[in-house]
């Protein structure tokens, strides 16, 4: 891997987790968790409850850098992810959103490509700079070995809340448009790339160790849409974040990807590779380990359930994996209802595989 001014800056020694970007195998392997700031932490819900609204709570620097330090404090996590969200991207660009709650995210939908073309990157430095300054003051705040994780959306998966105005279980809405009207399609894409890329550079600038793309519903897309409303919007964020920034490893999580995770990781450029939880250990060894940086994959339901059959997996998929560089996460985010004990176990089995002699 290339090393850029931002490594040689911050020197990934001190920071265990940016190790394995050098292709080393860790062991125990370096461990955060995918919505490790959450409802599931009672001091989580105190200061929500303290800032207002969700989106309020991530455009309050000082609330937003308590949030992402709460788990730190508690499970010494090898990283911190940013406490922000990918729908800040959306409503930077003048699209109106909200959280109800209970409920989840609700977004006035684009109907069509008129709709699209009303959105404006303007003014949204505005908003990206106020999630940067929670980058900066975390940067400060966080102990001198925890990595920090900047974050967006991948176009795809922000554009189905965008056009669906609310999650789905098929993204029917945004599919049909994709199909109907593949040139607003287009542009949606487009600005969303250059959205992400703003929203990015700011949290990189302000501290940022590395990135990762969330594509949460690239799951919902037969191949060719795959390769042109996945991987290609991907590749150009990659690309462009990469001329800016070469020594800043990205990490991509496109869920449900199944037989197309190997070219995803070829096709965009992406430094690591996030793997949900229905992956097989034996695909991920066989087409990605030793290839690219894995991370995942434990069963977000396995860690609510806790126990030996957690012991048990856990073991199984640092076993499997954690022969080649690895970061051990879920297959996706911590849910509300996780008991903050089993976290506790969770970290502390982790860390005691290590392998000695
Ligand atoms: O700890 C962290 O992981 C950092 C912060 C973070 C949040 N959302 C905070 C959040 C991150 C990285 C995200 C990513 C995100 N946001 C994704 C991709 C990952 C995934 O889960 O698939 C998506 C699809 C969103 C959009 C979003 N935000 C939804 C669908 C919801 C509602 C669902 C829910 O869990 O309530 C949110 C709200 C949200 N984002 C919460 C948190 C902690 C809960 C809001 C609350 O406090 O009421």
């Known amino acids: 891997m290339t090393h850029g001014t931002e490594l040689k800056r911050r020197p990934s020694r001190t920071r265990r987790l940016l190790s394995v970007f050098d292709g080393e195998a860790l062991s125990p392997p370096p461990v955060w968790l995918m919505r490790q700031a959450g409802r599931y932490l009672p001091e989580y819900r105190a200061t929500r409850s303290k ?3 969700f989106l309020d709570l991530c455009y309050n620097p000082a609330l937003a850098a308590e949030v992402t330090l709460q788990p730190i404090r508690r499970y010494g996590f090898d990283a911190a992810i940013l406490f922000s969200d990918i729908l800040v ?3 930077a660009l003048g699209q109106k959103v909200s ?3 209970g409920e989840g995210p609700r977004l006035s939908p684009l109907a069509d490509g008129k709709a699209i073309a009303a959105l404006s990157l303007e003014g949204a430095n505005r908003t990206f700079s106020v999630i940067a300054e929670t980058v900066q003051r975390l940067r400060q705040d966080l102990p001198a070995e925890t990595a920090l994780i900047g974050f967006c959306g991948a176009p795809w998966t922000v554009a189905t809340y965008m056009i669906g105005g609310q999650g789905s279980s098929d ?3 945004a599919r049909s448009m994709a199909y109907r009207d593949p040139q607003a399609f287009q542009a949606l894409m487009d600005l969303l790339v250059a959205a992400s890329v ?3 550079d700011g949290q990189v600038r302000a501290g940022a160790d590395l990135l990762q793309i969330f594509d949460s519903w690239a799951g919902s897309l037969p191949e060719d849409e795959f390769d042109r409303w996945v991987i290609a919007p991907t590749r150009d964020l990659v690309a462009e974040m990469k001329r800016r920034h070469p020594g800043v490893p990205i990490i991509g999580f496109p869920r449900g990807a199944g037989e197309h995770a190997a070219r995803f990781v070829r096709e965009t450029g992406v430094d690591a590779v996030g793997c949900d939880t229905a992956m097989p250990l034996g695909q ?10 894995v991370q995942g994959n434990l069963d977000p339901l396995l860690l609510v359930a806790g126990g030996a059959r957690m012991k048990e997996r856990v073991r199984q998929i640092v076993g499997k994996l954690g022969v080649n560089p690895f970061i051990f996460n879920l297959g996706h985010g911590i849910v509300p209802q996780t008991p903050p004990a089993h ?3 969770l970290v502390a089995i982790v860390r005691d595989t290590k392998q000695t002699g």
């Open 99 to 101: 959280f109800v709650e």
């Open 89 to 91: 991207v959306p409503d």
């Open 51 to 53: 800032a207002g609204g």
């Open 343 to 345: 976290v506790a176990e």
């Open 171 to 173: 993204q029917a809405t």
């Open 284 to 293: 991920i060894r066989a087409t990605l380990s030793g290839r690219t940086v």
């Open 198 to 200: 703003a929203y990015l």
